[in-house]
């Protein structure tokens, strides 16, 4: 416990800052990390046995934020991708002029769809990388994985998301 403690004390502002940058309040900050807080001792013996806690408390983190955002079903472009491009500056910037406010949102809403259906490693990588803006290098330190299959998983979910993707670039292009 004494380890895991002291690594969570350590962490803590910058986690909290994590967290805060993620969601909409600093209560909701503060309520994840004290759940991280918890999971972190309910299985105390197996995040102390991992060779870095620090990993283990941003993944934790990343995956609780996600888990709250589902469950509230209130997802907004910018706190679901916890990015400060919004999707909606996205698809403006992509040159799609999407003009009508129900097409933007169904866009929205595809973009997302996409995101979430690929696997949570390949998901994981490319919201850390693409908005976040996390280097790979960072990415490995939180993950654990080698940069090198960090770069394998960005791939083939930029693979999989034009795939996805594709047919509502076309549909969109058609209308306008």
Known sequence: ???????????????????????????????????????????????????????????TAKNR?????????????SDYLGMDLTLEELVEDSGIGIEDDITRKWVMEEIERAIQELPRSQRDVYIFHEFDGLSYKEIAEITGDSVNTL??????????????????????????
Do not use: C, H
Request: a negative charge.
């Open 1 to 59: 416990m004494e380890r895991f403690s002291k690594e969570f004390d350590k962490e803590r502002p910058k986690l909290f800052n994590f967290i805060k940058s993620r969601v909409k309040t600093a209560e909701e900050a503060e309520d994840v990390l004290q759940d991280i807080f918890l999971r972190g001792l309910l299985n105390l013996n197996s995040v102390e046995s991992l060779s870095s806690i620090t990993s283990w408390l941003y993944v």
């Open 65 to 77: 934020i996600i888990d709250l955002f589902r469950k509230k079903r209130e997802l907004t472009e």
């Open 151 to 176: 770069l394998s998983r960005k791939r083939y979910a930029v693979i999989s998301l034009r795939e996805k993707l594709e047919d509502l670039y076309y549909e969109i292009n058609e209308e306008y």
